[in-house]
């Protein structure tokens, strides 16, 4: 029963997120926590997981959502059922996109899937933030929002490579955690 119901989830998060993986999160956050698969902190845990190993993210975080929940079988059927929509989806556009691109209805419903999609994502990234950085009440965490700050000017004023970013955040994270 639960391989079907991570199937069915995942099916469900994967057609109704608009704007790749990270439109995802919102969704799989919500579903796993109100299902009680997961806690929200195992949640940013598995994003943090899967935005650092190689691959999609969708099918990394439906991945090792199903393992964590349903042992290596649910990690097949969660990502099978993540891949599924796309893959349909991708398949009927192929067909088609060509004869459409250029009608009308079409272009608008493409200019109003844009909002979604950014709406999706900033929901994401607000609520990775929140779980990262706040622990309640006033109750911030300092380091991580150093090590967010020192990330943020790397990338945006150095243009420092992700993956450099990501090893120097652990190593901080590591340094920093165990002498505080």
Same mark, same amino acid.
């Given at each position: 029963m639960i391989l079907l119901r991570? &199937?069915?989830? &995942?099916?469900?998060?994967? *057609? &109704?997120?608009?704007?790749? =993986?990270?439109?995802?999160?919102?969704? #799989? +956050?919500q579903r796993m926590v109100d299902i009680g698969f997961l806690t929200s902190q195992q #949640?940013?845990?598995?994003? *943090?997981?899967?935005?650092?190993?190689?691959?999609? &993210? *969708?099918?990394?975080s439906a991945t090792f959502t199903g393992v964590k929940v349903g042992g290596i079988i649910g990690g097949i059927v969660a990502t099978f059922g993540v891949v599924v929509p796309s893959?349909?989806?991708?398949?009927?556009?192929a067909k088609y996109y060509f004869?459409? %691109? =250029?009608? =009308?209805?079409?272009?608008?419903?493409? %200019?109003? #899937? +844009?909002?979604?999609?950014l709406a999706l994502i900033s929901s994401a990234v607000v609520g990775l933030a929140m779980e990262s950085l706040y622990h309640g009440g006033i109750n911030f965490d300092i380091i991580a929002i150093?090590?967010?700050? #020192?990330?943020?000017?790397l990338m945006r004023?150095? %243009? *420092?490579?992700?993956?450099? !970013?990501?090893? !120097?955040?652990?190593?901080l994270g590591t340094v920093l955690y165990s002498v505080i």
């Open positions: 991570l &199937f069915i989830e &995942f099916l469900t998060i994967s *057609a &109704f997120s608009i704007g790749g =993986g990270y439109a995802m999160i919102p969704l #799989i +956050r #949640i940013t845990d598995i994003i *943090a997981i899967s935005e650092m190993t190689p691959g999609p &993210f *969708a099918i990394n893959l349909v989806l991708a398949t009927v556009i004869k459409l %691109k =250029g009608n =009308g209805t079409f272009e608008s419903v493409l %200019k109003g #899937i +844009r909002p979604v999609s150093v090590i967010c700050v #020192i990330v943020f000017v004023y150095f %243009k *420092a490579q992700p993956v450099l !970013l990501l090893l !120097l955040s652990g190593v």
